[in-house]
């Protein structure tokens, strides 16, 4: 499940009460753990070592294409799993490390539940280090996902309402910045900032903590999406009134967004390639210049999680358990194939797209069934393989180094969540 989509699964799941996200829990304050952390760095950090098949940040790119064309998985096995006592969200991987954020049980107080990051060896799921985030007030595991710019790891939390930056290599604090809300979707890392959303703020920092610009969204507007990156502009969407600004990252004086375009409530997550931004609003995928803001072509279906791009098709799932491609050139429909025929399953994570294969998982949050991962070739829409996951909610997958990863949580049991790899 695409983790923008948590506000639909918890309506349809009838969650309620004292738990905001799936996998979060309210936490008891006072004990002054994560006083100690830095408001800034001294330094900065290298680069981990990576490749080109990396996916450091959430969709892979500042323009969250999703799309990794020198992988492919055609007859998964498993390789290893890592569980954890809550839920999870899809993992940022850089060379051999596969850095997660989860809800875990705290190593630093009794019968405490807290977000946690772990850093894993790729090869074979093994922990290199663990990384509590602060418990002080109201805690727990926000869903947002990690990335990892300039060798740190950057993450939002729901308990300090605030953006962590972590060392990648030993996990050592960086830095935090008190947001005033809590971080529930991924940043971006474009040209050497880091960009982060509180819903009603989009805050630019540079690597050692230091805010450079706010840009704030107005009383009619609210952003539920990461933002995105691409040419000179950083992307920031928006609900209630849809809309999309682009601003310059070094940000300026006054109104700093150098253009603005309206359309349907409800827009999403911006995706962005070769010049053109492909966004979802309610009723409609808009395709927008990005030089100018002007729109380009709309084409009328429900998205119902984030569109990703191989360059001539976008891929997203649909409300009525569709995936589907259409052309980037003009909008209009290429294939359609329905992968959640029953009531009760859904369709609802964001695709990923390797050199053959356009791979989502499936949910089932009011059913106790695993869900089951698709692999639909992406030039045709027929199904190439599938893999039933130990889990009843599927989250967005990510490919690098040859491996593909799923996480997925039993929404339904005394369980928690699993990253699954898998290779051929």
């Known amino acids: 499940m695409a983790l923008h989509s948590r506000r639909r699964f918890l309506a349809t799941a009838g969650i309620t009460g004292t738990t905001l996200f799936s996998g979060c829990s309210f936490i008891r304050s006072g ?14 950090t290298d680069p981990l070592p990576g490749g080109s098949t990396d996916w450091p940040q959430y969709g892979r790119n500042p323009g969250h294409t999703g799309f990794t ?10 390789d290893w799993t890592f569980e954890l006592s809550g839920s999870l969200a899809p993992p940022a991987i ?21 977000g946690v990051i772990f850093s894993l060896q790729a090869d074979d799921g093994s922990q290199q280090w663990r990384r509590e985030l602060p418990r002080i007030g109201f805690g727990g595991f926000s869903g947002c996902p990690p990335i990892v710019s300039g060798g740190s790891v950057y993450v939002g939390h ?33 040209q050497g900032l880091i960009f982060v959303s509180t819903g009603d703020e989009l805050l630019a920092f540079d690597d050692r ?65 070769d010049g053109t931004i492909y966004i979802p609003g309610d009723d409609r995928l808009h395709a927008i210049d990005l030089a100018t803001g002007d729109g380009i072509w709309t084409a009328e279906v429900r998205v119902s999680a984030g569109v990703a791009t191989d360059g001539e098709r976008l891929f997203f799932t649909t409300g009525s358990g569709n995936l589907a491609a259409h052309a980037t050139a003009d909008g ?7 992968l959640a025929p029953r009531d009760g399953v859904y369709l609802r994570t964001r695709p990923l797209v390797t050199a053959q294969s356009v791979i989502v998982t499936t949910e089932k949050p009011q059913m106790d069934e695993r869900v089951t991962t698709y692999a639909v070739d992406r030039r045709t829409g027929e199904t190439r393989w599938t893999l039933d996951q130990p889990g009843n909610v599927g989250f967005d997958a990510v490919a690098a180094g040859g491996r593909l ?8 049991r005394d369980a928690g969540g699993t990253l699954i790899a898998v290779s051929d």
Not at 31 to 44: H, V, Y
């Open 69 to 78: 064309p020198d992988i492919e998985v055609d007859d998964p096995s498993e």
């Open 332 to 338: 209009s429909e290429q294939w359609r194939t329905d």
């Open 158 to 190: 729901a308990g300090e309402n605030g953006v962590y930056a972590i060392d990648a290599r030993d996990s050592s604090r960086r830095w935090r910045f008190d947001t005033g809300n809590s971080v529930n979707e991924a940043a971006v890392g474009y």
């Open 405 to 412: 990863y799923v996480p997925v949580y039993w929404s339904t």
């Open 31 to 44: 004990n002054g753990f994560g006083n100690d952390w830095p408001k800034t760095a001294d330094g900065t």
């Open 209 to 273: 903590g230091r805010n450079q610009w706010t840009y704030r969204t107005g009383d009619d507007r609210s952003s539920f999406y990461p933002p995105a990156a691409g040419g000179d502009y950083v992307l920031y969407s928006t609900s209630v009134i849809g809309s999309v600004v682009a601003i310059p990252p070094a940000g300026g004086s006054g109104d700093i967004s150098e253009w603005r375009y309206q359309g349907d409530p409800g827009f999403g997550t911006a995706t962005v390639a």
């Open 94 to 114: 850089v060379g051999d490390r596969v850095f997660v954020h989860g809800g875990g049980d705290s190593e630093s107080a009794e019968d405490d539940y807290n």
